[in-house]
Structure formats: C-alpha cells, structure tokens
C-alpha cells in the first residue's frame, strides 16, 4: 500500500507538469501577477476571493514572468507539499505518530480519490485553507482528547489564517462548534472542557484575524474587499439568478469515483449516530465522530445548497471523511474482508496513476496564451478570460473574467443600490479611450466573451487558424 501511495505521488508531480489548466489556476494566479505589478485588488481589477494568497505568491509571478507551465506547475507542487503536510497531521491526529514504515491509511484513502487529488494541486487559495482547517480541525480534536490548552489555542490561530486564504473556512468553523455542543450534549466530552477550550479556541483567532484586517486598512480597499467578497458574492450567487446548475451531477461523479472514503464515512457515521441516541453516559468510541459526522453532513448540505456547487468546494469534505474510513479500515483489518477492502483500495489508487497521465480538463489554451504573449508587449493591454489568459499581460478591462455574467449581475445590482464606483462606466471609456490590442472570445463560451463585445467587435479581425482570437485592426 505504501508502494501504491508513492508511485501517486511520484505520478503527481508529473501530473503537476503536464496537465492543462482548469479556469480558477489561470485566474489565481494572473491576479497574483497583477498584484506583483502594483495592481490594487478590488480596486483595479474584478476578484471576489481574500487576496492572501495574491500577495503570498505575487513573487513567484515575478520570479516565472513570462512561463506559464512553469508557473502553473510549480504551484501544484507547492500544493502536492500541503497534502502531504495535511497528511502527517491527520496520521498524528489518529496515532499520534507518523511511521513512513506502516500504513498511514489517510494517505492511501485520499490518494485514491480522484476528486479530491485534482482539486488539492489546482492552484487556488482552497488548499492552503484546507491544509490550515485540517490543522485547527486536529489541534481541537486533540484538546477535546487531552484538555491541553495549547492545542485549542492553536486550533484558533489555525482557523483564522484558513479564514483569511477563504472565507468558506468560517463554515468548517461553525460546524465544529456545533459538532462540540452535541459532544457535551450526550456528555461525550465534559462541557466545562468544551466552554474553556472555545475561549482559547477565540483568543488564538484573535491576532491572526486582526493582523488580517489591519493589512486590508493598510492596503486603502477595506470598501471594495467587504463589497467584492461579502455584498456582492451574496448578490451574484443568491439574488441575481445569474449563476445556477445541479449540484446532484457532480456529487454523484465524486462518490462513483471514490467510494472508499464515501461508502466507509457512512458506516462509521451510522456507528457515530447510534452512539448519540444511546442513554446519556454512553459515549461514543470514538467520541470525535460524532462531531466528523455533523461537519460532512453539514458541508455537503452546504454543497447542494450552492448556486456553483463546483468539485472544489468538497475539498474541506474529504479529510474528515478520510479520517472516519480510516477507522472502519482498521476494523475491517481484523476480518476475513481484509484482502478484499486493500484490493478495492489498490484499485482506486491505479485508477489516480492513470488520471494523472490521460486526465485533461480544457485543451488549446497554451496555445492561446503563447500567441498573445509572442506578439504582444508587457505595457499592452489584452482582454483573454481564463483559461486563455496569458497572466502576464494588463487587462484593459476591469471585468476581465465572465465578461458577460458579472457586468450585467453588477448593472442589475446598481439599478436598486447605490453604486459610488461604476465599474461599468470605466469599462466603457477604456473601450473607448485604450481598447486591448488582443481579444479571445472562446467560440464556445459566450458568457466569457468581454463586456458589450457586440459594440466593439468591427474593430477587430480574426487571427489565422486560431478560431475566437482576434486583433485590433491598425
């Protein structure tokens, strides 16, 4: 089994090299370039994520300028070292110790589920909050475990800086809290432990959470960070109907394709559930699944409720999940069904090695971004949405991603509120005053095309041989 794990991981990083782009990996990681470049967030140009990871990795733009395999790549690999580090920390959490000799059945289990694997290298600020989630979550089953308060006061700090990569962290808080209250309910856990270890669990997102806010203030968009990222996220992804698709599809897809982790998370939830409608007194073994169980059961519910319930967003689903097939694992381990469960586990992590050769998500955008950075200059401007970006160009447009989607979900917003900074207004007078000297329009993909392209389209001709690309006629 350890064989099998490593030949992923070894896969994995060849996977990091070769595989194209998802959409959100071009996005991230040209705002972190525009960042690099003296951009303002909020400001200067559309993002609606927390801008650490931004600043965090505005020198590896710089460093790559001009690469954007290498750039891509390379923060897979960074992101491959924090699942590795996620690993450690849920092994420890389980055994408390790390033994590369024995079978960490966490590293196996989430090596051979395909979705969470890809959605874990993809560049995005999701891992980096995964990791620190994965890290508060432990540090407080610890402390539920052991009543050090250390390890709720770590937990704090752990959950603030996940907070501050993505604001879906604060979820995975509330449904620990929720999660320890039943704990104490059914007297699993003492509630005076529960009580203490919430201050400290406070007191240690104290300083991280307000050395974040302070950095906002300091950078002058404290207004456009609240707007982009709270205001007008609640409007786009619940009010506007702009955005909506079924979630069903996609989890589906998740299970079929990793049935260890959902199949055994079951069973332990089932065990997990009986122990909470036992007499009082009667805890649960192990008590911290109960508080496992409320916190998938609650992410999921939170994934069919989204208006984009993308893969991604059951990144913070899987540890938890990897943690309560664990258990049934090992139980399974002193059965007659031992063989059969490695076997299926065997196979799971083949099919992973396959992905990560065959799995291609878009194709022809290296293509794209290689044109554009080839014929154009660094102080010329473009209009490419991802995954076409080149991310080492200006944008000419402020919307520079869903050109047509967020504009109008913007204008249809400032029609019944009061919007001090049209953005639409400077998006028309930079078509008018320094129209971008490229364009890609995807063929495929209308809501991507830039704002009232319809209006500005006759100033422009197509590219040979590369069907949406067009330039600025001279």
Known sequence: ?????????????????????????????????????????????????????????????????????????????????????????????????????????????????WTFVR????????????????????????????????????????????????????????????GSAALALRKHVPAARIARGGLLLVSGAVVPT????????AGGFWTEFVFWNYTFNHFYYLRSGTVSFSPWPTLAVAVAEDPIPWVLGVAASITAIRGFLRPTGIPTKPAHTLALVIIVAGLVASFVQSALPFSHNLLMVYPALALMAAGELEKIERTRWRNLSALLLLSMLAKVTVLCIVYNENKGHYTVQGWILRHTAPSETVYAPPPYHPIFRRDSSYFWFDGTKKPLAYETYCRAHTCTDDK???????????????????????????????????????????????????
């Open 210 to 217: 307000m050395a974040f806010v302070a950095l906002i203030h």
């Open 1 to 113: 089994m350890l064989a099998a794990s490593g030949a992923v991981i070894c896969l994995a990083v060849v996977h990091c090299c070769i595989s194209t782009c998802d959409h959100d990996e071009i996005e991230h990681l040209h705002a972190s370039w525009l960042v690099g470049d003296g951009a303002v967030p909020f400001r200067d140009f559309l993002e609606h994520h927390h801008p650490t990871l931004y600043y965090l990795y505005a020198p590896l733009t710089s460093w790559l300028d001009g690469s954007p395999r290498a750039l891509v790549a390379t923060g897979r690999i960074i992101n491959l070292l924090l699942f590795l580090v996620m690993v450690v920390a849920l092994e420890h959490f389980r055994t408390g110790r790390f033994r590369w000799k024995e079978v960490p059945w966490t590293a196996p289990i989430l090596l051979g589920s």
């Open 424 to 474: 639409l207004v400077a998006e028309r007078r930079a078509w008018a005053e320094g129209p971008p000297l490229i364009v890609f329009a995807p063929p495929d993909e209308k809501d991507w095309w830039p704002f009232e392209w319809n209006l500005h389209s006759a100033r422009y001709e197509p590219v040979p041989l590369i069907p949406g690309l067009y330039k600025l006629r001279r």
């Open 119 to 178: 959605n874990a290298l993809e560049v995005r600020p999701d891992p980096f909050m995964n990791l620190f989630c994965v890290l508060g979550l432990t540090s407080w089953l610890l402390f539920l475990r052991d009543a050090r308060g250390g390890r709720a006061l770590a937990s704090g700090v752990c959950f603030a800086i996940a907070t501050a990569f993505l604001q879906k962290a604060a979820v995975l808080c509330v449904l620990l809290a929720l």
